[in-house]
């Protein structure tokens, strides 16, 4: 079956350490994104990227970085920079091929620094 | 200015009623896209329903449908004949210039609906 997958669903690391979170899809779709949801905050933007090789900042892109080296993984470092790391991490991809295309999502991180 | 503003944080129905949630959106542009996503406990996101900025009609899916009234930007979600597995998190989300693919999805902070018996 198609879809995306993100791993691990719950990760923990110590503050000061650089975590890199996983995310594949096999459902061939240019476009991916990540974003962070916190509770009561809605999902915020942190990076996408329309083709490989390629990505954009998104609202609250500070403290992370990512990379789309292969049109199936776009993994999201979070970096030591990152002042407040705790949070749910959602991936999701779209074909981008017709304008009312929604985004497929992955099952989540669970990001707990400490 | 928020984009997406969901006034609702938490609404409350029993089964069989109907429910609505709320959702009205801020943008200057013509063309965009109005979806509509549950998430239960598990935390996965479950594409609901779609509306075009262009379409005539109130978008429909089973027992969801869209009001979809654009003069006044809003998209309201309504659940006809609610069951206890509606019982999660709703979110709001709008892209702008929707004929351009690949634009992100914006969010709204999103109403929690609980279902009783």
């Known amino acids: 079956d198609g879809g995306i997958t993100q791993s691990p669903k719950y990760l923990f690391r110590k503050e000061g350490q650089n975590v890199t979170l996983s995310c594949e899809q096999n459902?061939?779709?240019?476009?991916m994104y990540w974003y962070r949801q916190d509770p009561g905050q809605g999902l915020r933007l942190i990076y996408y990227s329309q083709i490989v090789n390629d990505f954009q900042k998104g609202d609250i892109a500070e403290g992370y970085s990512v990379s789309r080296e292969k049109k199936e993984s776009f993994p999201l470092t979070v970096t030591s920079a990152q002042k407040n790391p705790t949070a749910f991490y959602l991936c999701?991809?779209?074909?981008?091929?017709?304008?009312?295309?929604?985004?497929?999502f992955g099952n989540g991180t669970r990001l707990t620094v400490t | 200015a928020q984009k997406i503003t969901q006034t609702q944080p938490g609404m409350f129905v029993q089964e069989k009623e109907a429910v609505t949630l709320d959702c009205t959106y801020d943008?200057?542009?013509?063309?965009?896209?109005l979806f509509w996503y549950k998430q239960p406990s598990s935390g996965e996101m479950i594409f609901l329903i779609y509306?075009?900025?262009?379409?005539?009609q109130n978008a429909t899916e089973g027992r969801y449908s869209l009001n979809f009234q654009k003069a006044r930007k809003s998209a309201n979600l309504v659940i006809s004949a609610s069951q206890l597995g509606d019982s999660a998190m709703y979110f709001c989300a709008m892209r702008e210039g929707w004929d351009q693919a690949g634009t992100a999805l914006i969010f709204g902070k999103g109403t929690t609906l609980s279902v009783s018996s």
């Open positions: 459902l061939n779709h240019d476009a």
């Open positions: 509306q075009g900025s262009y379409d005539e």
């Open positions: 999701a991809s779209e074909d981008g091929s017709s304008y009312n295309s929604p985004l497929h």
């Open positions: 943008t200057s542009d013509q063309s965009y896209g």
